[in-house]
């Protein structure tokens, strides 16, 4: 078992709401990253938070956003949802050291209907 | 541009048979380069990283500048490798993992 945890597992939503995706990251962490897979791709970086601040942002637009807390943990934020972002969101934790593995966890799957 | 490919979707193969899945990259500068697995309802795990030549259960890995390739391997694949594959390539600009699509190796008793 990583450590790292995602809440919560399984969420559906109207096109055009909000949702907002928590992530506890393993103890010792200080470094978060948020991918998207949609069904049948790999894994696409969206950002990556370090000490509470975005450090790195793949391309994704700004409704995507993020937040990191005082304790390493995330939220990943996605405000007027469409279609094409039903995917599985994964968090992957870190200590931000070149070289060191990112441990991920069991993701969110997000469903927008 | 950054990039990682991995041309088969599915690989089956038998028991006892090699197993060889494929991955090529494109990056400017010197590679961090990474296997990951995920087994059937389980979450995305580290299998091995270039850097560590490593063998973890029985898979290796070789970075080929040349052929700007990272194939991984095994001579003898077992009925528990069955799973996703996906090779991954570090950014040290922005820290991030480049993933491919992902391969799904099939082993057959």
């Known amino acids: 078992e990583t450590g790292v945890t995602q809440s919560p597992t399984h969420l559906i939503k109207t096109r055009g709401q909000q949702v907002t995706l928590r992530c506890s990251s393993q103890?010792?962490?200080?470094?978060v990253s948020w991918y998207q897979q949609a069904l049948g791709q790999g894994p696409q970086f969206i950002f990556q938070?370090?000490?509470?601040?975005?450090?790195g942002r793949g391309n994704f637009p700004p409704r995507f956003s993020g937040l990191q807390f005082p304790n390493y943990s995330s939220e990943l934020n996605v405000n007027a949802l469409e279609l094409d972002d039903s995917a599985l969101y994964l968090c992957?934790?870190?200590?931000?050291?070149?070289?060191?593995?990112?441990?991920f966890g069991q993701g969110t799957r997000l469903t927008v209907v | 541009a950054q990039r990682v490919t991995q041309p088969e979707k599915l690989l089956s193969v038998f028991k006892g048979a090699p197993v060889e899945l494929k991955c090529n990259y494109s990056?400017?500068?010197?590679?961090?380069l990474f296997w990951y697995v995920q087994y059937s309802r389980q979450r995305l795990q580290l299998l091995l990283r270039?850097?560590s030549r490593e063998s973890i259960k029985g898979f290796t890995a070789d970075l080929n500048k040349g052929e700007t390739s990272f194939h991984l391997k095994k001579p003898f694949a077992q009925e528990e490798d069955s799973a996703m594959y996906y090779c991954a390539l570090r950014d040290y600009n922005t820290d991030k993992l480049i993933f491919g699509t992902g391969t799904r190796l099939q082993v057959f008793p």
């Open positions: 938070y370090y000490r509470e601040e975005e450090n």
């Open positions: 990056y400017s500068g010197s590679p961090e």
């Open positions: 103890s010792g962490h200080n470094t």
């Open positions: 992957a934790s870190s200590s931000g050291q070149v070289g060191v593995e990112a441990f």
């Open positions: 270039h850097i």
